[in-house]
């Protein structure tokens, strides 16, 4: 078990060796539920804070379940992490996150996608990751 911190709002944040391990590994392990298995997904820190953002967007994909049940797990190496995923709206903090992926992701096979993640509907799935 993690010893999440909790900011002055009383909102649960990862502590800081977690969130640098997320912020220097090119994927991110994420299971969305118990009945998916882990994938390898982009994530990006942006504000000391995890994010994530669907490029497919499937029907029986991640995204999708969180929207069903915000409950799931990451794994970083052979630890697993019970996270809850939470939807992001605020326009300062979607820009914050188009910047993260903009410079994290920068080999030229990249650009495709972290141009489309900046953009309409794969925008709209910006989720941060919190621990559980």
């Not at 994530?43 to 999708?64: D, H, I, L, Q, T």
Request: proline share 5%; charged share 25%.
């Amino acid at each position: 078990m993690i010893r999440a911190k909790r900011t002055a709002t009383g909102k649960r944040r990862f502590p800081a060796k977690i969130v640098a391990a997320i912020d220097d590994a090119h994927y991110l392990w994420i299971r969305a539920g118990t009945d998916h298995r882990f994938i390898g997904i982009w994530a990006v820190v942006a504000n000391g804070r995890v994010f994530v953002r669907s490029w497919y967007m499937k029907p029986a994909g991640w995204f999708e379940a969180f929207r069903e049940s915000p409950f799931g797990a990451i794994k970083i190496g052979e630890r697993v992490i019970p996270i809850r995923a939470v939807r992001v709206r605020s326009a300062p903090l979607l820009a914050a996150v188009d910047k993260a992926y903009a410079a994290k992701y920068t080999t030229p096979a990249s650009i495709k996608y972290v141009r489309g993640f900046a953009r309409g509907k794969r925008r709209e799935t910006t989720t941060e990751l919190t621990p559980r």
